[in-house]
């Protein structure tokens, strides 16, 4: 069975042109549930572990440097399919190859600064959502805590 959560980051370029707004309006209305969610700004070490699988990759640093310009939102969504249907949601990395109607197609401003950040499986959907939120910062509709 597929699982509940992903991880979103709303990225420093899409936070600068004030697409928070929209993005989470989005993410409401595609039917996902914000279970914990934070303003923060990552330091060059945070964002080297949080981006570490792409180390040896020629954009690494250029990814690096981007995530750390400004602030960002990180935010845990549930919902069956989740990481799926955000994907889906948020549409292909490159823009100009996103569907219509995708995230990516309305607020990116390129390959690299492309509005938001979703988990790729749910294993590291799980990851993802410990590196940002301890588990008492995570809860469900009926109050409990998402594990």
């Known amino acids: 069975m597929a ?4 991880l979103t980051m ?7 042109n004030e697409h928070i ?6 993410i409401s209305e595609a039917g996902f549930r914000i ?5 923060a700004q ?11 699988v792409h180390k040896d990759k020629t954009f690494f640093n250029a990814l690096i440097e981007y995530m750390i310009s400004g602030p960002l939102v990180a935010a845990i969504l549930e919902k069956d399919n989740a990481v799926k249907d ?10 100009t190859k996103a569907d219509n109607g995708t995230i990516r197609k309305l607020f ?24 940002f ?10 109050g409990y805590i998402l594990l």
């Open 3 to 6: 699982g509940r959560i992903t």
């Open 10 to 16: 709303i990225k420093p370029g899409a936070v600068k």
């Open 21 to 26: 707004g929209h993005i989470l309006t989005m």
């Open 35 to 39: 279970s914990a969610m934070k303003f």
């Open 42 to 52: 990552l330091r060059r070490s945070q964002a080297e572990a949080f981006y570490k």
């Open 86 to 95: 955000y994907r889906e949601l948020i549409g292909a990395t490159d823009p």
């Open 108 to 131: 990116a401003e390129s390959v690299q600064k492309n509005a938001v950040h979703g988990s790729d499986s749910d294993t590291n959907a799980q990851i993802e959502a410990n590196f």
């Open 133 to 142: 939120f301890s588990t008492s910062e995570r809860f469900t509709e009926d």
